[in-house]
């Protein structure tokens, strides 16, 4: 969801080294005749096929994602409160300034949270500092081990 601290997690992946896309920052995005945006499928679906070496991290929420081979699936949440702060305060993009914007994203965390939390591997509050979280995010995906061929 839109204000959950996605990009914030992003960047902490980065300053230790690893590679995060953010499907809002890297063309992976487009809008979409209703009005809402959606993942350019074939591009996400390039980038996870042709990663093979470590780590990659892709933040983003689309439709799509439950077409696409993810090895591991993170859901960050935050308290309703919060994300409206989040939201009307951001400078970075301004998705969430508006009152139909707001709406929407509220709507969505009550439709369509409950369905991410139920493919999720791991969920996280985002009421933590990006660097615990980011170290939530490894060590989950430690735990979990290889993933299977």
């Keep these: 969801m839109s204000g959950t601290g996605k990009s914030t997690l992003v960047q902490e992946l980065r300053r230790r080294g690893f590679v995060a896309y953010d499907a809002d920052d890297h063309g992976f ?74 709406d929407q994203v509220l709507s969505d965390r009550a439709k369509v949270e409950p369905l991410l939390r139920r493919a999720a591997d791991l969920i996280l509050t985002s009421t933590a500092p990006p660097a615990q979280l980011a170290d939530a995010v490894l060590a989950g995906i430690a735990e979990r081990g290889p993933r299977d061929a």
């Design 29 to 102: 995005s487009e809008p979409r005749a209703s009005g809402r945006w959606g993942w350019r499928r074939d591009l996400v679906a390039d980038l996870l096929g042709s990663h093979t070496v470590g780590l990659l991290f892709f933040a983003g929420c689309s439709e799509e994602q439950a077409e696409l081979p993810f090895d591991f699936r993170v859901l960050l949440t935050a308290p309703e409160a919060l994300l409206v702060s989040r939201l009307r305060a951001r400078t970075r993009n301004a998705y969430g300034h508006t009152t139909a914007e707001l």
